[in-house]
């Protein structure tokens, strides 16, 4: 069946450094949706990407879909306490309906 | 509105107990999830519907039963609970288009002793 790797699974960071995760799929997929939970939290949709090679920013993150819609990452700039979280991706594969998560990055922000 | 709603929001069963969680979302989506958050495993997912009265079986489905009655109501059923179900479940629902994004419920932590 599909299967969604994601790396790294944690990330500690200081204050200001960048930080990207990498999601990378078994099989072709649909859209990509990316996701953050903060501590105790559920996941929140931050976005998604549809398009072969489509890049995608929000303020300091900037997300990315591979040619092959098959891989993607998510990018932040200059880190702040405040993204803190786990960060997942999600893929739609062909069986309608069904998205299949990353395990997740854990990022710690160390001010 | 209030989204999507879980209950009970903590729970403690003995092996062996069975227990229903269940699911309301008021925003009339036609698909719900049931996906099961363990550390370094992410968020997996047990069954699934892309209706009333359908449901679908994900990546871990044994050990775990559901039903659909009613579109807004998604119930997940433990009938017989291992110290493995131990884990934190969350439901989440979205629209029927294909590019429509997941709305998560504020998740269930069970314990099983």
């Known amino acids: 069946g599909q299967q969604v790797m994601q790396i790294p699974q944690y990330q500690h960071v200081q204050e200001g450094e960048d930080f990207t995760t990498y999601c990378n799929s078994s099989?072709?997929?649909?859209?990509i949706q990316w996701y953050k939970q903060r501590p105790g939290g559920h996941p929140v949709f931050l976005i998604q990407?549809?398009?072969?090679?489509e890049v995608k920013k929000q303020k300091r993150l900037t997300f990315q879909f591979g040619e092959a819609k098959k891989n993607s990452s998510l990018h932040i700039t200059a880190t702040q306490t405040t993204d803190v979280g786990t960060y997942f991706c999600?893929?739609?594969?062909?069986?309608?309906?069904?998205?299949?998560f990353g395990q997740g990055t854990i990022l710690t922000v160390h001010p | 509105n209030a989204g999507v709603t879980q209950t009970p929001k903590f729970r403690v069963l003995k092996t062996g107990q069975s227990m229903t969680l269940l699911c309301a979302q008021d925003?009339?989506?036609?698909?719900m999830y049931w996906y099961r958050q363990d550390p370094g495993m992410g968020l997996r997912l047990i069954h699934y519907?892309?209706?009333?009265?359908?449901?679908a079986k994900g990546e871990v489905p044994d050990g775990y039963n559901v039903s659909r009655l009613k579109k807004q109501n998604f119930l997940l059923g433990l009938e017989s609970a291992a110290p493995s179900q131990t884990s934190v479940y969350f439901c989440?629902?979205?629209?029927?288009?294909?590019?429509?994004?997941?709305?998560f419920g504020n998740g269930t932590r069970l314990t099983v002793t």
């Open positions: 989440a629902s979205r629209t029927g288009t294909v590019n429509s994004p997941l709305h």
């Open positions: 925003m009339n989506h036609e698909y």
């Open positions: 990407l549809v398009k072969s090679g």
């Open positions: 099989t072709t997929l649909s859209n």
């Open positions: 519907s892309v209706g009333e009265g359908t449901t």
């Open positions: 999600a893929g739609l594969g062909t069986s309608y309906g069904k998205l299949t």
